[in-house]
C-alpha cells in the first residue's frame, strides 16, 4: 500500500493485514516509490513516431487491423498480453481475440512462465488448480524447493518459510538446483542436479518409497488412477541409476528418499527450474505423481506448488490467457465455446486453439501474421531466439504496444504506442499463487494522457464495430462479467468458481477483500485449500498418475558448444529491467550483466574474476563480466535474464536461447542452451560519470549504471585509443570544461572535468577494470571537493584521505554497503540479527540475509577471551 509523505511524494509499504504478506514486502516493492517517477514514461499515443490524440490512434489501431482481418482473415491478426496485466484488462483483450475477431492468436508472456506448471495440473487433476496455500509453508515438515531460488524470486514467501523454522525447527528444507543459490543457505539439503534430470529424482522417490511401502495405497485406490502404470514406469529407477543419471552422490539422494519416508507433511514448491523445460510439464507431473501416491495433497502443509512469479499470472489463466484455453477455466471443445459464444453472444468465435508465443513470432517472421498488438511485455527481450523475435517486429506490417515506458527494446519497433496507466495508477484485481484474489488501488493521478489498458482495448473493440459487448464504463463491469461467466453452466465442472462475487456493485469491488477461489455458494467467503475430500476435477473425480519417462534437455552440450547456459534472476531487478533500472539503490547489488563459471572450467580458458567474456550459440551472442563461483556447477553457465539493449551493449541473454518448446506446454526451455565461452579482450576498460545525458559510444562495450542524477557507464574497447582527450570530445561533449588529467602507467587515463567549480564528468580508463570508490565520486558531484589532496582523490577514483568507502551494496532495503557490515561484524556483530539492529540491514525484506551470514562468516573473527 502507498503511503502519501507530507512533500506531496508517496512512500511504499506493505499491508500488514494482507493474508499473503502480513506487511512483508521485497525490495523491489520497498524501492517501488523510486520507479513511480514520469521519467521515460510514455504520455501520449503516438502513430508513426508523431504524438496524436487518443481517437486518432484507437482509430488507426482499429483501421488498421480491420484491414488486416479483410484482406487475410482473422488467424492474420494476433495479441501477444502478459500476466502483468490486470484480470480485467486481460479478460478484455481475450473477449475481443477469441469472441469477436474470431481467432485464437492471443497468448502470453506467461507461456514463458508458467505453461507447464498448467499443464500438469490438467493432466493429474482434471482442472489448473492449485491445490494449496501459502499458509501450507508454516505447517510443512518438509520443504521442497525445487527449480526455485525462493530467496531472490519469492523473498517474501521465504521470509515466511524462515520464521516458520525459527519457530519449529524440526521442520526440513531440501533445495533441488544445479547451482548453490541464496535459496540454499540454511537449507538441510543441496541437491545440485544435473541440469533437466529432476523427472528422474521423483521417479526414483516414487519407486523407492513403494518398496518401503511408504505409499497411501488407501489413498491411490479411492481417488487416483493410473498407479500401477506409473510404478511400472519408475520401477527401473533405482536410487543408483537416479545418482547416475542426475549427477549426484549416491548417499545425497537416499538422503533425499529418507526425509519422504521420515516426514508426515510434504509441500513442494516448484518454479521455473521445473517449468522452463523440454520436458517441463511431465517434469510437474513427476511432482505431482508423488504427491498423489504419497497422499500428500489436500491436506495442511501438503501438495504440489507451483509459485508463479508475475504479479497476474493466475488471473491470466482465469481468463484464458492463454491460446490453448478460453475464459473462465473453458477449452476447445464443442460444448465450451457454445457456451461461450452464447454468454458472449459472440458473432464469431474462435473454435480451434491459436499460436503460442514462439510459435505466433515464428507466424510473425514468415508473414503469416500480419499485425501484433503488444501489451505490458518486452518479447524483442525475454522471448528465446530474441534476435529473431526483433527482427520478425522490425518487418512485420503492423505493431501495437501498449506499454508504460517510452523506450523498450520492443516499442522501438512500434508503428503505433499507447500510453498504458502503471501500478499505482490503475484498479483492478489480480491473483497469486494460491489462487487468492487481490484488488489493485490507485493512488496516483493519472500520468499524461496513459490510460487503463481495458479502456484502450474497449475502444478499439467500439471502433472495430463491436461496441455494445465493450461498452464497459468501469473495471468493476469487467470483474461482473468474469464473474458471472466462471459460474455460468458450471455445476462444479470447472474449478474456477467466482459466481459469489457476480452480483458486486461498484462499491464492494472496489472493497473487496483478499479471497482465495473458489468462491460460490459452497465456498462464500472462498476456499484455502482444494481437494481436501479426495475429489478431483475428471469427470470421475479422480486423479491422474501419469507415467513419466525422463528426458534431458532438447539441446546436448557439443564439441563446438561445450557448456550449458542457464539463466535467471537475481535478487534486485524485474525482468526487462523497464522500471527496476530506473532505481539507483536496486543496480547497486549486481550493476552489470554478468556470466557465472566453475573455476575449473574457467582456468583452462583463461578466464579470470572481472574479466569480459562473450558467450555465443549458433542462435545469438553477447558480453559479461565473469564471476567465479565454486557454486556453480561444472559445465554449467549462470547468466541474469535481465539486461536489455537500453542498459548495455550487446546482453540480451534471450538472443542465445534456441526456441526450443516442451512438446505438451509450448512452454520454451529457457534454463538451457548449449553455449560457447571465451575471453573477450579489450585494449582498455573504463567508466564515465557525467552531469549531462550522453549516449555510450558504438563499437565498444558498454553498461549503464543508474544513478541518482549522473550517468555513470562502465565501457571497454578493443581498440586502442592514443588521445584520450578527443576521444572524449567525440563521444561525450568537453565543450567548456576545464580538465584536470592524470597519465598512468600502461596507457591508463583520468581526467576530471570542471565548470565554475563543479565537477562534470569524471572518467577512469585503464588496461583492465578500473577499481574505483564509485560512491566518493558520485558524492563529488553534490559537494565538489576544494582541497588539493581531496581533488587528487578525485582524480584518482579514491575516496579522500580519512573516509571510508561504503563499498558494493548488500541491503538493498536500507542501503547498507559491504564495508560498514565487515565494520561491525569486526566489532563484534557475529549474527544478522545484531547487525539488524546496528545497521537495520536485512530487517524489511529479509533477501540479503544469507549474504550477510557469508560476510559473517568470512569475517567474524574469534574473540580471544
Ligand atoms: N528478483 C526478482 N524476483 C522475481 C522476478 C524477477 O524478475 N526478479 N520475476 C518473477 C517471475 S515472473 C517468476 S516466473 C519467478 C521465477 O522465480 P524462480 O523460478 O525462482 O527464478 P529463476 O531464477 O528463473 O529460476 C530458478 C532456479 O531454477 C534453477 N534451474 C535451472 N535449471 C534447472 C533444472 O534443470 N532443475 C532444477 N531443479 N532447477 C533448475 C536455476 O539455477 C535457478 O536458480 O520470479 C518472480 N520473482
Ligand atoms: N532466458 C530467460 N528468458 C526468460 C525467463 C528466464 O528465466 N530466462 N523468464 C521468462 C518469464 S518467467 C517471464 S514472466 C518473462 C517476463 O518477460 P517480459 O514480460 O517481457 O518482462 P517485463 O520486463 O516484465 O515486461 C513488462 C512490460 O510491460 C510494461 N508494463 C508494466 N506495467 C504495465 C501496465 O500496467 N500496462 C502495460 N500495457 N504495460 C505495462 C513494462 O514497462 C515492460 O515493458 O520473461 C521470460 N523470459
Ligand atoms: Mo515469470
Redesign the pocket.
Same mark, same amino acid.
Given at each position: 500500500m502507498a503511503i502519501a509523505e507530507q512533500n506531496g511524494t508517496f512512500s511504499v509499504a506493505g499491508d500488514p493485514n494482507h493474508p499473503a504478506n502480513q506487511g512483508r514486502l521485497?525490495?523491489?516493492g520497498s524501492a517501488l516509490a523510486e520507479t513511480l517517477d514520469l521519467d521515460g514514461r510514455l504520455l501520449h499515443p503516438q502513430l508513426d513516431g508523431q504524438n496524436v490524440g487518443w481517437s486518432q490512434a484507437l482509430d488507426a489501431v482499429a483501421e488498421r487491423f480491420s484491414r488486416i482481418i479483410a484482406q487475410h482473415g482473422p488467424q492474420a491478426v494476433a495479441f501477444y498480453a502478459s500476466?502483468q496485466l490486470l484480470t480485467e484488462d486481460y479478460y478484455v483483450a481475450n473477449k475481443l481475440m477469441k469472441g469477436y475477431i474470431g481467432a485464437a492468436n492471443i497468448d502470453t508472456n506467461s507461456r514463458l512462465? #508458467?505453461a507447464s506448471a498448467v499443464v500438469g495440473y490438467k493432466r493429474a487433476f482434471g482442472g489448473d488448480a492449485v491445490p494449496c496455500s501459502y499458509q501450507d509453508i508454516e505447517l510443512a515438515d518438509l520443504v521442497i524447493l525445487?527449480?526455485?531460488?525462493?530467496a531472490?524470486?519469492? !523473498?517474501v514467501a521465504y521470509q515466511r518459510l524462515s520464521a516458520a523454522r525459527r519457530r519449529r525447527p524440526q521442520m526440513k528444507v531440501v533445495v533441488?538446483?544445479?547451482?548453490e543459490?541464496a535459496?540454499c543457505d540454511g537449507a538441510d539439503l543441496h541437491l545440485p542436479?544435473? !541440469?533437466?534430470?529432476?523427472a528422474a529424482l521423483f521417479n526414483g522417490a516414487l519407486h523407492w518409497l513403494a518398496q518401503q511401502q511408504r505409499l497411501d495405497q488407501d489413498f491411490l485406490q479411492r481417488h487416483t488412477l493410473g498407479a500401477s502404470a506409473t510404478l511400472a514406469a519408475a520401477a527401473s529407477w533405482t536410487p543408483a541409476r537416479v545418482a547416475e543419471f542426475c549427477g549426484l552422490p549416491l548417499n545425497a539422494v537416499m538422503a533425499f528418499y529418507r526425509l519422504l519416508a521420515g516426514t508426515e507433511n510434504w509441500l513442494t514448491l516448484?518454479? #521455473?527450474?521445473?517449468?522452463? @523445460?523440454s520436458s517441463g510439464a511431465d517434469?510437474c507431473n513427476a511432482i505431482i505423481n508423488l504427491h498423489l501416491a504419497g497422499g500428500r495433497i489436500g491436506k495442511p502443509g501438503c501438495g504440489p506448488f507451483s509459485?508463479?512469479?508475475?504479479p497476474n499470472?493466475m488471473g491470466g489463466r482465469e481468463v484464458g490467457g492463454l491460446a490453448n484455453q478460453l475464459a473462465a477455466h473453458m477449452g476447445f471443445s464443442a460444448a465450451d465455446t457454445d457456451r461461450l459464444q452464447r454468454f458472449w453472444r459472440s458473432p464469431q468465435m474462435a473454435r480451434q486453439p491459436g499460436l503460442n508465443a514462439v510459435a505466433l513470432f515464428r507466424a510473425v517472421a514468415a508473414g503469416q501474421v500480419k499485425a501484433v498488438w503488444i501489451m505490458g511485455t518486452n518479447p524483442v527481450v525475454s522471448l528465446p531466439d530474441a534476435d529473431v523475435v526483433r527482427q520478425a517486429l522490425k518487418d512485420c506490417p503492423l505493431v501495437v504496444v501498449s506499454d508504460v515506458m517510452a523506450a523498450t527494446d520492443t516499442a522501438a519497433l512500434a508503428h503505433i504506442r499507447l500510453p498504458a496507466l502503471a501500478w499505482g495508477e490503475k484498479e483492478g484485481s489480480v491473483s497469486n499463487s494460491e489462487r487468492c484474489i487481490s484488488r489493485q488501488r490507485a493512488f496516483l493521478p493519472a500520468p499524461g494522457e496513459a490510460k487503463a489498458d481495458w479502456w484502450i482495448i474497449s475502444q478499439v473493440a467500439a471502433r472495430m464495430g463491436f461496441a455494445d459487448a465493450f461498452a464497459y464504463q468501469h473495471p468493476a463491469d469487467i470483474f461482473c462479467e468474469h464473474a458471472a461467466l466462471s459460474g455460468f453452466e458450471n455445476h462444479g465442472s470447472r474449478a474456477f468458481d467466482i459466481s459469489g462475487l457476480a452480483a458486486y456493485s461498484r462499491q464492494q469491488w472496489y472493497q473487496m477483500p483478499p479471497m482465495q477461489w473458489p468462491i460460490n455458494r459452497q465456498h462464500p467467503q472462498g476456499c484455502r485449500r482444494l481437494f481436501a475430500d479426495g475429489r478431483f476435477l475428471h469427470a470421475d473425480g479422480k486423479a491422474r498418475l501419469l507415467p513419466i519417462t525422463p528426458r534431458l !534437455?532438447h539441446s546436448a552440450p557439443s564439441a563446438q558448444y561445450p557448456l550449458v547456459l542457464?539463466?535467471?534472476?537475481?535478487?534486485?531487478?524485474?525482468?526487462t529491467m523497464t522500471r527496476?533500472g530506473k532505481a539507483a539503490r536496486l543496480m547497486r547489488h549486481i550493476s552489470e550483466p554478468f556470466c557465472e563459471i566453475h573455476p575449473q572450467d574457467a582456468v583452462p580458458l583463461g578466464i579470470d574474476d572481472g574479466h569480459l567474456v562473450r558467450l555465443s550459440s549458433p542462435h545469438g551472442w553477447m558480453i559479461a563480466r565473469a564471476q567465479l563461483s565454486a557454486g556453480q556447477r561444472r559445465g554449467s553457465l549462470?547468466v541474469p #535474464?535481465?539486461w536489455n539493449a537500453q542498459f548495455t551493449a550487446q546482453g540480451r541473454v534471450d538472443s542465445l536461447i534456441p526456441p526450443v518448446v516442451d512438446a505438451d506446454s509450448g512452454q520454451p526451455e @529457457?534454463?538451457?542452451a548449449p553455449v560457447r565461452v571465451s575471453r573477450w579482450h579489450s585494449r582498455w576498460q573504463a567508466e564515465i560519470f557525467l552531469r549531462h545525458a550522453a549516449a555510450p559510444p558504438r563499437g565498444v562495450y558498454w553498461s549503464r549504471v543508474t544513478q541518482q542524477s549522473v550517468n555513470h557507464f562502465i565501457m571497454a574497447g578493443q581498440q586502442q585509443i592514443d588521445d584520450w582527450p578527443a576521444w572524449l570530445q567525440q563521444h561525450f561533449g568537453l565543450d567548456g570544461l576545464t580538465l584536470q588529467i592524470a597519465e598512468l602507467a600502461q596507457r591508463g587515463f583520468h581526467a576530471i572535468g570542471w565548470r565554475q567549480g563543479e565537477v562534470q564528468l569524471a572518467f577512469y580508463s585503464r588496461r583492465y577494470a578500473p577499481t574505483l570508490d564509485r560512491s566518493a565520486i558520485l558524492a563529488a558531484f553534490d559537494h565538489a571537493p576544494h582541497t588539493g589532496p581531496q581533488r587528487l582523490a578525485l582524480l584518482g577514483g579514491r575516496s579522500a584521505p580519512g573516509q571510508t568507502a561504503p563499498g558494493a551494496t548488500v541491503c538493498s532495503c536500507f542501503g547498507v554497503g559491504e564495508n560498514r557490515i565487515i565494520a561491525a561484524i569486526r566489532q563484534g556483530c557475529h549474527s544478522a540479527a545484531t547487525l539488524g539492529e546496528q545497521l537495520q540491514c536485512g530487517t524489511n525484506c529479509g533477501?540479503c540475509l544469507p549474504e550477510l551470514k557469508k560476510l559473517i562468516q568470512q569475517h567474524a573473527t574469534q574473540r580471544v577471551a
Open positions: 521485497c525490495v523491489k500476466g512462465c #508458467m525445487c527449480g526455485s531460488n525462493t531472490w524470486a519469492h !523473498p533441488i538446483d544445479p547451482r543459490t535459496t542436479l544435473r !541440469p533437466g534430470s529432476d516448484y518454479s #521455473m527450474g521445473i517449468n522452463q @523445460s517434469k509459485i508463479t512469479g508475475q499470472a !534437455p542457464n539463466t535467471g534472476r537475481i535478487r534486485d531487478q524485474w525482468h527496476t549462470f #535474464m535481465h @529457457s534454463k538451457h533477501s
